[in-house]
């Protein structure tokens, strides 16, 4: 049996009002860039930045020292290199280090709105003076 048009109407609005009801609801607790903490932030991600060819992979966990803090790896067979990190109100900082005393390379980035701190872009900019930086994209690999 096929509905009414007059009924069909009416689900259509149903629905209609429904949706944008949603479009009202904020997003889930911790959601907004300005509240994605550190903790949110632990797990490995997918990195990918100008100038290579394959991507790498970051380790993310607490810092064992600084509260509030990252402590991780940056790996790509065979290379692995020490970095620490810090999230404030939707900033992402990295340090990295080859050789576990100086700085590399330091990452700026943002979390994407509407990632939920699942996705954070940027530039990386290596030490040495006179080179370009290079855009970065985060992905992490935790399902939320």
Not at 105 to 116: D, Y
Request: aromatic share 4%; proline share 6%.
């Amino acid at each position: 049996m096929k509905p009414s048009r007059k009924l069909s109407g009416l689900i259509t609005s149903a629905c209609i009002a429904g949706l944008s009801a949603c479009a009202t609801v904020p997003s889930s607790p911790g959601c907004a860039n300005e509240d994605i903490t550190a903790e949110q932030l632990v797990g490995s991600w997918r990195v990918e930045w100008s100038g290579q060819a394959a991507p790498w992979t970051l380790l993310l966990r607490p810092h064992p020292e600084h509260e509030g803090s990252l402590r991780g790896t940056l790996m790509q067979n065979p290379q692995h290199y020490a970095v620490a990190a810090d999230i404030e109100e939707g900033e992402f900082t990295m340090e990295e280090s080859h050789d576990g005393q100086r700085i590399a390379a330091t990452w700026l980035g943002k979390v994407q709105a509407g990632s939920c701190g699942q996705i954070i872009t940027g530039e990386r900019q290596e030490g040495s003076a006179g080179q370009a930086p290079q855009r970065f994209e985060m992905r992490s690999h935790r399902v939320r």
